[in-house]
């Protein structure tokens, strides 16, 4: 018998229990995270555990700056309160360059050759992102090969607005994508930029139209619309906006994850 799909009550239930749980790891992390003085003024990933993690972890944790006085701030991952693997933070939202600089020196971070533009006259897609940067990569796995961290740093064309976003690769990531799994990483980039677009209660027209063309969603009210997965699609308010331009670089840090 197919199952049945559960009530709004037994999601909002759902949900509540998500986030009480979120809420004790969160605090169990706050005990246990004690900064050190060479801490300050710096970036520090921590798993769910306390325990302090480089760049490379594929853990879900915590992304703390540490001020000048020892404070800690946690950063946010879009979803908040609830812990993240460290590609799923951007630091370069935080303000902090020379904690974002220190950061990237101690992990070896260094940019190599010019950065890739993606234009159209309508609006850049997922695809034609995708196409450009499984091209790119593939020139850099040729060089460093998949051991070493690369993050992929973006800056989006809006009308009148630039936005930058950026997201990682580690090794086990680079690996797939070696190995041919290459569908990935266009959905990294454009969740990264979906990211920074929704904190200006934005979104791509590209993402709005492939979201209204959902089954699902036909013959709905746009504030009822569900996303691919059948969640609820927050955005239905949010402006839409032409991408005119996307140009990306890739940093490669020099230090290989084991």
């Given at each position: 018998?197919?199952?049945?799909k559960?009530?709004?009550?037994?999601?909002?239930?759902?949900?509540?229990?998500?986030?009480?749980?979120?809420?004790?790891?969160?605090?169990?992390?706050y005990?246990r995270?004690?900064?050190?003085?060479?801490?300050?003024?710096?970036?520090?990933?921590?798993?769910?555990?306390?325990?302090?993690?480089?760049?490379?972890?594929?853990?879900?944790?915590?992304?703390?700056?540490?001020?000048?006085?020892?404070?800690?701030?946690l950063?946010?991952?879009?979803?908040?309160?609830?812990a993240a693997?460290?590609?799923?933070?951007?630091?370069?939202?935080?303000?902090?360059?020379?904690a974002?600089?220190?950061?990237?020196?101690?992990?070896?971070f260094?940019?190599?050759?010019?950065?890739?533009?993606?234009?159209?006259?309508?609006?850049?897609?997922m695809?034609s992102?995708?196409?450009?940067?499984?091209?790119?990569?593939g020139?850099f796995?040729?060089?460093?090969?998949?051991?070493n961290v690369m993050?992929?740093?973006?800056?989006?064309?809006?009308r009148g607005?630039?936005?930058?976003?950026?997201?990682?690769?580690?090794?086990?990531?680079?690996?797939?994508?070696?190995?041919?799994?290459?569908?990935?990483?266009?959905?990294?980039?454009?969740?990264?930029?979906?990211t920074?677009?929704?904190?200006?209660?934005?979104?791509?027209?590209?993402?709005?139209?492939?979201i209204?063309?959902?089954?699902?969603?036909?013959?709905?009210?746009?504030?009822?619309?569900?996303?691919?997965?059948?969640?609820?699609?927050g955005?239905?308010?949010?402006?839409?906006?032409?991408i005119?331009?996307?140009d990306?670089?890739?940093?490669?840090?020099t230090?290989?994850?084991?």
């Amino acid at each position: 018998m197919p199952q049945r799909k559960p009530t709004k009550r037994q999601r909002q239930f759902t949900e509540h229990r998500r986030q009480l749980k979120a809420k004790k790891q969160l605090q169990r992390v706050y005990d246990r995270f004690r900064p050190s003085k060479r801490e300050n003024d710096s970036f520090v990933f921590v798993d769910t555990t306390g325990k302090r993690r480089g760049v490379e972890s594929r853990a879900k944790g915590y992304l703390f700056y540490v001020d000048k006085s020892g404070r800690r701030h946690l950063q946010s991952s879009g979803r908040k309160g609830f812990a993240a693997r460290f590609r799923d933070y951007d630091v370069s939202l935080a303000g902090k360059p020379k904690a974002q600089a220190k950061l990237e020196k101690r992990h070896g971070f260094k940019s190599y050759g010019q950065p890739i533009s993606v234009k159209s006259g309508d609006s850049v897609t997922m695809e034609s992102l995708g196409r450009k940067l499984r091209g790119r990569l593939g020139e850099f796995i040729g060089r460093f090969g998949s051991r070493n961290v690369m993050v992929v740093e973006m800056r989006v064309h809006t009308r009148g607005k630039i936005l930058r976003a950026q997201f990682m690769l580690t090794g086990s990531e680079l690996k797939a994508f070696e190995q041919g799994k290459k569908k990935f990483l266009p959905r990294l980039a454009w969740k990264a930029i979906s990211t920074e677009l929704s904190v200006e209660d934005m979104v791509a027209v590209t993402s709005a139209a492939f979201i209204a063309a959902l089954t699902m969603n036909k013959g709905k009210r746009k504030a009822g619309w569900t996303d691919a997965r059948g969640s609820r699609w927050g955005k239905s308010g949010y402006k839409k906006v032409k991408i005119s331009q996307i140009d990306f670089k890739i940093k490669v840090s020099t230090k290989r994850s084991k």
